[in-house]
Structure formats: C-alpha cells, structure tokens
C-alpha cells in the first residue's frame, strides 16, 4: 500500500506540499479551515528559487505564462531620485528566470488545478497533530472533520499555526515586527513605467508590482503598534503618502476602499528547534514566518515543499527523509529570515535623521552588481539534484 499524508493548510506552502507528495506518489488529503477558498490576497513576486521550485513542482511554466516578469525599477526616496536600480535582465541571466510578478488569486488557483482530483477538503479546522506510537501521526479536528491518520503530516497552516503551538508549547510562538502593512490591487489598468518599485521615507515604505494585465498590487508599510486599524485606510494613505513621488498617488487614485487589506507583519523571531516532530513535519510560515522585507517567504515555502518530496522519494524511510528535511531546511530558512529581518530595519523602518540620509548615500555609492549579488545570495537555489522532478 501506498504511503498517506494530511496537509494542514491550503496556502501556497501547503498546496505545493500535497502537490510534491502526490508527485511522489503519496495519497494527499489537504484540509483548510476556511469554508470557501475565497480568491481574495494582493499581489505577491517570485524571484527565481521559487520559480525553479514551482518548475520541479510542475505549476512553474503555467504561472509564468500568466505573471508578469520584473525586469524595470528599483528603489527611490519620496521624491523619487533613484537609490538604486534593479537589473531584471542581469538577474534573468544569472538564475534563470527573472522576478515573476503575479495576483496572490491567479497564483492559488494554478497551484489549486495541480492537486490530485478530491485532494482539497474545505472547512476542517485542525486543533492539533500526534505522533501515533505504532507509526503515522494524527490530526485533531474542532469542525468538518473526525480526527484523521496518516503515514505523516504536514502543518502548512501559517504564521499562527495551531499546530506548531501543540508540538512546542514552550516556544514563544510569533511577534510582532514593530510594521503594519496595508495593500491593495488597483481596480483598472495603469501606464506605469517600472515593473517594481519600493519607495522609503522615514519609517514608511509605498512599493507597487506590476501584473501582466497592467493593474498593480500596491503596499504600503509603516512603523506602527500592531492592533492599529483606521475607518478609512485609502484616505490616511493618501494624507501619510501625498507629495511622493509619481506613480504613488496615481496608484493609490485607482484602488477601491474596500480593496484594501490591513495586516500587521508577525514573524518568528526565535527559530524553532526543529521542523519535526515525530512524523510532523512543519513548512512554510509555520515552521519560518519571516518579515517581508525580501520577498521571500512564499519562495522558501515553495522550496520546503521540493526538498520535502524529494526526500521522501530517495531516502530509505519516512523518518530519514524527515530527519533531512530539517537538516536541509532549518539552516537556509534561518538565514533568510535574519536578512529579511535587517533588510526591513535598514530600510522601511529606518526613521533616525542622520542614519536615513547616510543609508541613501550608501545605496546611490552601491554598483548596481553589489546589488545583483545581494539578490542571487537568496534567490540562487536549484531544486535538489535527487529531484524526482527532474527533466519530466
Ligand atoms: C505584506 C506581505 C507581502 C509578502 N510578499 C511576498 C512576496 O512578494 N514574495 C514571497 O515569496 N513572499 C511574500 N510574502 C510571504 C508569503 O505571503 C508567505 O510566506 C506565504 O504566503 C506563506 O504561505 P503558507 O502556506 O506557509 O501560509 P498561509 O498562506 O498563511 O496559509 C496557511 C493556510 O492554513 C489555513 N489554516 C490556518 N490555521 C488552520 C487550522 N487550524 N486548520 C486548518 N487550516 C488552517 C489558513 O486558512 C491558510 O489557508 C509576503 C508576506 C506579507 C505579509
């Protein structure tokens, strides 16, 4: 009989778990507590170790075809001097594929069309996972589901897993990162003349994505207590955002107010002691929710779900490949999410006056291949050689 495993969390880290676990040949059930998998998300950029993981996944030539490369643009201050200039086109030929830029909604549905048939199971609510002693693990259930068994499980269910909670209830668990990010897709498109922007001021940064269709994914991030909410978002960002620089205030004229998301950024600034336990394994913000200051959490959560299949593919037994994935995982997650950490103090949440001008001198000194070598140091990743995947 074939091996069986749950997937808690149908996000992009859970999706493309049951996507490499089917690939492999194990039986996937993927539950999520939401009723509906309703579209909705902003927009959200894939540099190129998260499109080689979609590659080995198979989804990868399907969201490129609808995203949108980022070849144009860079980063400016508020009246819009350019601090420094991305090079698509060094970036493409160095990894690859460019930056893909693409809605959260468009992203999901293609991950969604690559689960095996009657895989997804909506409105479970998981409460907590067992190792079971005769093998397999188990999954508490509060609504939709009995409990449910399973050679191995895989808690994909978010930054405030519940699960991760219930396998290591002395971890402190995630924090706030002191930033609060509001984000929209703009109604219609508009004629902008970058693919990708970031902007910062003093402890605010505004960033716009281009999507293939022309509209935008728009962020705006701002130092702020979380718990912070306003009756009219759109019209503070327009007082906060007014005087920067164009396309700024042309992005922000094309959103509707009830488009507008609000979060505040949580991230796990202690590192977990493991990505396992037992026959649980954790992936994607579960296991390394990290700010968003490199764009990079979803493509670590791609490139969790590669490692994780392929090694229950090659290794002799469920608990070797478990044992690799942590091994695999725990360390580059880690790094990353340490630079994603100090990218965001150095950048978005920078207020000190001397410190802001001095950091805008240094990126205006910067050749641009400092930056391209910045960028490959995270997104330089290929799909382990041991991929089942491979040339399929
Ligand atoms: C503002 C912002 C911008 C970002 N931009 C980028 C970017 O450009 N590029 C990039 O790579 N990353 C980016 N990220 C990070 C990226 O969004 C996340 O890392 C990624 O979406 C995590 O996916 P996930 O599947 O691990 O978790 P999630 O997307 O959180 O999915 C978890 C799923 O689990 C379900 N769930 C939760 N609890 C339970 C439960 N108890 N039972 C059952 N189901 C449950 C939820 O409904 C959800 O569907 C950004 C993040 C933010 C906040």
Do not use: K
Not at 98 to 116: D, F, K, M, N, Y
Not at 129 to 153: I, K, N, Q, Y
Not at 325 to 345: F, I, K, L, M, S
């Amino acid at each position: 009989m074939g091996h069986t495993a749950v997937v808690v969390g149908a996000g992009i880290g859970g999706l493309a778990a049951a996507i490499g676990l089917s690939r492999v040949g194990w039986e996937v059930t993927v539950v999520d507590r939401t009723p509906e998998l309703a579209d909705a998300g902003a927009g959200i950029s894939l540099a190129a170790n998260g499109i080689h993981a979609l590659d080995a996944l198979g989804p990868g030539a399907a969201v490129r075809a609808a995203g949108r490369g980022q070849y144009t643009g860079g980063t400016r201050t508020p009246r819009g001097a350019w601090l420094a200039r991305m090079d698509g086109a060094a970036l493409e030929r160095a990894l690859g594929s460019p930056i893909v830029g693409i809605p959260r909604a468009e992203l999901h549905r293609l991950l969604r069309a690559a689960l095996p048939t009657g895989a997804l199971r909506v409105g479970v609510t998981a409460t907590a996972a067992t190792t079971l002693r005769g093998g397999g693990a188990r999954v508490e259930c509060r609504t939709g589901s009995e409990p449910l068994e399973a050679d191995l499980v895989v808690a994909a269910d978010g930054v405030g897993s519940r699960l991760r909670s219930s396998l290591f209830p002395g971890h402190p668990g995630p924090v706030h990162c002191g930033s609060t990010v509001l984000r929209a897709v703009t109604e219609r498109p508009l004629d902008l003349r970058t693919d990708f922007e970031i902007t910062w001021g003093r402890g605010a940064e505004f960033g716009h994505i281009a999507f293939a269709d022309g509209r935008a994914e728009w962020h705006a991030v701002l130092n702020a207590p979380a718990g912070v909410r306003h009756e009219d978002p759109l019209g503070v960002l327009r007082r906060r955002f007014a005087g920067w620089h164009a396309p700024i205030p042309e992005l922000l004229a094309a959103t509707r107010p009830e488009a507008v998301l609000h979060h505040d950024v949580a991230e796990l600034a202690t590192p977990l002691p493991s990505f396992v336990s037992g026959r649980v394994a954790l992936l994607g913000d579960a296991a390394h929710a990290m700010t968003p200051n490199l764009g990079q959490g979803a493509c670590q959560a791609l490139e969790d779900a590669v490692v994780l299949a392929a090694a229950l593919d090659r290794e002799p037994g469920v608990d070797a490949a478990l044992a690799r994935y942590d091994a695999e995982r725990r360390p580059r997650t880690t790094a990353v999410a340490a630079a994603a950490r100090q990218a965001g103090r150095l950048g978005q949440q920078l207020t000190h006056p001397v410190a802001v001008p001095l950091r805008n001198a240094l990126m205006r000194l910067t050749p641009s291949a400092v930056s391209v070598r910045m960028i490959l140091r995270h997104a330089a990743w290929t799909p382990p050689l041991t991929s089942p995947f491979a040339g399929e």
